[in-house]
């Protein structure tokens, strides 16, 4: 009896877990809040001489805000009776439901502080290390030559491929797409950008911090 009762209490906190999984991922707030024109707003912010805060211009949405509350706050968390999960559950479905306000106020001020009620500010200490690396590490100067976004992701893809060898079902995958405007992973999608150059001497480095660490 005890037995079938603890396995009722896996089954329904796996439900909620997958549930709250594929609900972050339905919202997508890395992409979502990253703005499609991010290169040219640059230009145009170093034409002005840095004088004229640039637009940014933010993708539609993909998904109904209302809707997707709904779904989040109909999940049946109060029905799990072991506490520790129970409150991981719920402190994940007011985080859910943070990001979806974030997104829908991406043009506004309100999301300068809805995103540091997520996130929290940045600490005096992080702020003092920046500041001391900037001071010990000596500038370089650029090397010569650039890769293309396609060459780039025929080295990234060589990258995964080691991963996919040693770890049978990895699903990191990469996309070059027109929509964003620098690398970014989101939920084990690497994205490049297709108008995008990189410093052949960056390539590298590049590759080994979104793979190996975002993507994997």
């Keep these: 009896m005890n037995g079938s009762i603890l396995t009722d209490e896996l089954s329904g906190a796996l439900e909620i877990d997958h549930a709250l999984t594929e609900l972050e991922r339905e919202i997508d707030l890395l992409l979502n809040i990253t703005p499609v024109n991010t290169a040219d707003a640059w230009t145009d912010f170093e034409r002005s ?22 779904r989040l706050y109909n999940l ?31 043009d506004t001020s309100r999301c300068v502080h809805e995103s540091l009620q997520l996130f929290g500010e ?16 000596p500038a370089e100067a650029p090397r010569n030559g650039r890769v293309t976004a396609s060459a780039f992701a025929e080295a990234a893809e060589r990258e995964l491929d080691h991963y996919r060898d040693r770890y049978p079902g990895f699903a990191g995958r990469l996309e070059i797409r027109s929509d964003v405007s620098d690398l970014m992973v989101s ?30």
């Design 49 to 70: 001489g840095f004088a004229n805060v640039p637009t940014l211009r933010s993708r539609p949405l993909g998904f109904e805000a209302d809707l997707v509350r709904r």
């Design 187 to 216: 939920h084990g999608r690497f994205l490049i950008p297709a108008a995008a150059y990189f410093r052949t001497g960056r390539v590298e480095a590049l590759i080994q911090h979104e793979v190996g660490t975002h993507v994997v």
């Design 122 to 137: 940045v600490g005096e200490m992080l702020v003092q290390e920046a500041s001391e690396l900037l001071d010990l590490i």
């Design 76 to 106: 049946e968390i109060e029905r799990i009776e072991d506490a520790a999960l129970a409150n991981l559950f719920l402190a994940k479905r007011d985080e859910i439901s943070r990001q979806i306000t974030l997104l829908e106020d991406r």
